[in-house]
């Protein structure tokens, strides 16, 4: 016998309440300290592309065997309005095509009205952030009819550290969030409705997002198997056939990627920028090392204290989230209707499954990037969402004070979370600058220090994040990493510090030899040069 789906509940007072005290906290966190986190090494491109700014003149301009102070570096992330959109859009899809230009190109107009300080291009994404809660509840409305699971659901999503840690940071991916809750209702919209007007603008949501991040590739493939699973075909007379709503999806979907050609031609064109900038994810990594990491990651969008997957206090309260996550999908299996539990589901799984298949076959790292599971994660919010509400407002007395716990504690977890993070100079997500704050402490506290280190890999961001922390006596002496390192010291003014900031082993060998003194490990890919010979 084919079990009825329990229907949604509707909105009481006190979910009300919980909702908007949870609302009006993540407005605080979004905003509060937004320029206290290291302004990283993403973030400085993301400065550069707005503004036009190309690194290849970043290395032609100061990487040319001199002294470089902070403010030449700055300079680099500062506003040029004799540079148009042209040189926007050509410089990124050069250097970057993997970063679509949508949100370079809202961020250009940004910094021309409030500036280009770390508190106005981090404000943007508070902005797409704040719009991802009001798209969460539209998606909600749009998937269980339900105000009560809606609220719930952007109650958990305001207090997500995961989500409000991306809010506060200049890059897309907050916009990314929003565009893919967006495409989403539209979907399900257009599916109800059926007129052309709904599926043009399902077709420019998915557009939007192509142009904002590639991965919406992922979120529309997902969006395919739902509409397959829920009426795309039929079968009849012993055959299969693709119904009104199947050929609608397809071709709207088709509309959208042909209005992303354009930027199609970068892609093809730089495919080797591409291949180079995003070799790091087909890099392998130990399994032990891969689950951990993904455990970690969806942990993550409930409590999030910057631990690492060593720490053995993480996994006491880690493992029951992931439990909590899987139970949420496995009960709106059984008990949302089939139009909603698949939706969710494929949302979810389809993503996710699309990265990790790659990783198990041909090796490489993309599954464990937080940033590429954002559609997963806010399926994961909608099957939450529907679980404690359901559990709390529909089921009755019974168990009702448990799950009211539950609620409960993973508010006050998101809140405690964000509480911690909002005080810290620096987070996981920084990535390869998580220690630049400490570095900067440390050429602070020097005397008249200079900073020896070149061009290659990451340098050139870290180099420029680093000059956001710097006291205005700290220098640059800054060479390109082709060729034999050769400073005499005549080229260094006097200095009682002198540091190398990454550099490899070959070239702070040359560097002792050429000034004569050895070097000491500091630490953070830092050394600095003894006094004595």
Request: proline share 5%; glycine share 6%.
């Amino acid at each position: 016998m084919k079990r009825r789906a329990i229907r949604p509940t509707a909105l009481t007072p006190r979910l009300l309440a919980l909702a908007l005290v949870a609302l009006l906290f993540g407005l605080v966190f979004r905003t509060i300290n937004i320029d206290k986190k290291v302004y990283w090494h993403d973030e400085v491109y993301t400065s550069m592309e707005m503004t036009a700014q190309r690194r290849s003149e970043v290395v032609e301009q100061l990487f040319t065997g001199r002294i470089v102070t902070r403010e030449e570096l700055q300079a680099f992330q500062r506003f040029r309005p004799e540079r148009g959109l042209g040189e926007l859009l050509t410089s990124l899809g050069r250097e970057d095509p993997q970063h679509p230009p949508l949100y370079y190109l809202i961020g250009r107009f940004w910094v021309r009205l409030f500036g280009d300080s770390v508190v106005a291009m981090r404000s943007l994404a508070v902005v797409f952030g704040l719009l991802l809660l009001v798209c969460a509840y539209w998606l909600c409305m749009e998937l269980f009819q339900s105000p009560a699971i809606a609220l719930m659901t952007v109650g958990l999503l305001a207090l997500s550290p995961y989500h409000v840690l991306y809010a506060q940071e200049s890059r897309e991916y907050s916009m990314w969030a929003a565009l893919i809750m967006a495409s989403s209702a539209l979907l399900l919209r257009a599916l109800r409705l059926g007129t052309w007007p709904h599926w043009a603008l399902y077709a420019l949501s998915i557009s939007a997002g192509l142009y904002t991040f590639l991965f919406t590739g992922l979120v529309g493939i997902a969006h395919g198997v739902y509409v397959l699973l829920n009426g795309g075909v039929s079968y009849k007379w012993e055959k299969w056939r693709i119904t009104r709503a199947g050929i609608a999806y397809l071709g709207w979907s088709f509309v959208a990627i042909a209005a992303f050609a354009p930027w199609l031609y970068f892609l093809v064109k730089y495919r080797d920028v591409l291949s180079n900038t995003t070799s790091w994810a087909r890099e392998s990594l130990p399994m032990w090392i891969m689950l951990k990491a993904s455990a970690l990651n969806f942990s993550r969008i409930l409590m999030d204290f910057d631990w690492n997957s060593d720490e053995f206090a993480l996994w006491w309260l880690c493992i029951p989230l992931l439990v909590l996550e899987v139970y949420a999908l496995i009960f709106m299996r059984r008990n949302a209707p089939h139009h909603v539990w698949t939706f969710v589901w494929t949302l979810t799984l389809v993503p996710l499954l699309i990265l990790v298949l790659p990783d198990l076959i041909m090796g490489g790292q993309r599954s464990i990037v937080g940033r590429y599971l954002v559609p997963s994660f806010l399926g994961l919010h909608l099957a939450i969402g529907y679980l404690l509400t359901m559990k709390i407002e529909a089921f009755g007395a019974k168990n009702r004070k448990f799950w009211q716990a539950i609620a409960l504690s993973l508010f006050f977890l998101g809140f405690l979370s964000n509480v911690v993070s909002s005080q810290a100079e620096t987070w996981w997500n920084k990535g390869i600058s998580y220690h630049i704050p400490a570095i900067a402490r440390t050429l602070n506290e020097a005397n008249q220090p200079i900073v020896i280190s070149d061009d290659f890999g990451i340098n050139i961001g870290n180099l420029i994040a680093l000059s956001y922390r710097t006291n205005d006596d700290v220098r640059f002496y800054l060479f390109p990493h082709q060729g034999i390192v050769n400073i005499s010291p005549s080229q260094l003014p006097n200095s009682p510090d002198i540091f190398v900031f990454s550099l490899p082993e070959e070239d702070r060998n040359q560097i002792q030899i050429s000034l004569g003194k050895p070097l000491e490990e500091v630490g953070w890919y830092l050394w600095k040069m003894s006094s004595s010979n």
